[in-house]
């Protein structure tokens, strides 16, 4: 073989390989598509004061095929971020994890945003069981959500829940100081035997705004 045919080899062999690696990124891109999101109407971001039904519906027409039991997704949102009766937003507050512990699907994932010297760094951790969780563990939480999406490949819904524009509440001083860091916390629910339920959260309390 001449020294022009295995310089031509050699460069067909190149391309073939970088061929290969790009039709492999394409496909996992296609496998892996980014989560839809739903931007909710001032009418319904209350999760607390807006018609549930409404919501379920503006849900059901933005994913296809549509998400089932969203009845139960809704009754267990407005459980963490409304009053007894599910009807009252009260506004900024701090929820304890551990009340909730029957609506946790493990492993359950919490996710902090820390910033030190202005470098901003995630921090994941993760719980396997209720005997894992802290001793107290909690997060802050409002009635409205401005913010939902669908992951199709690992079938989780994400909700924000963010603290401008939540009525300031029993927490007043507290309240007011986070909506004026553009703080929020996202749930992450996904299913287990038909039902939803809370399997992370990701609260952020000090976001660059």
Not at 49 to 64: G, S, T
Not at 83 to 94: A, E, M
Not at 141 to 157: N, V
Request: hydrophobic residues 40%; charged residues 20%.
């Amino acid at each position: 073989m001449t020294q022009l045919a295995r310089s031509a080899l050699c460069c067909a062999l190149v391309i073939a390989t970088l061929s290969a690696a790009g039709n492999a990124a394409a496909a996992r891109a296609v496998a892996a598509p980014a989560p839809q999101a739903l931007l909710l109407p001032a009418e319904l971001s209350n999760v607390c004061e807006a018609d549930p039904q409404a919501l379920q519906l503006a849900m059901a027409r933005h994913w296809r095929p549509s998400l089932n039991a969203l009845d139960q997704w809704t009754q267990l949102v407005r459980s963490f971020a409304c009053d007894l009766s599910g009807q009252r937003d009260l506004g900024w507050h701090r929820v304890p994890l551990r009340a909730y512990e029957s609506a946790i699907r493990y492993p359950l994932t919490w996710v902090e945003v820390e910033t030190t010297n202005g470098r901003t760094r995630r921090k994941t951790r993760t719980y396997y069981s209720a005997a894992q969780l802290p001793p107290k563990i909690d997060f802050w939480i409002g009635g409205r959500i401005d913010e939902i999406r669908y992951d199709k490949r690992l079938r989780r819904i994400d909700a924000r829940f963010p603290a401008a524009g939540s009525r300031g509440g029993s927490n007043g001083a507290a309240s007011a100081a986070a909506a004026a860091q553009c703080a929020f916390t996202t749930l992450q629910f996904r299913q287990q035997n038909g039902l939803w339920l809370l399997s992370g959260v990701e609260p952020n309390h000090s976001p660059r705004c």
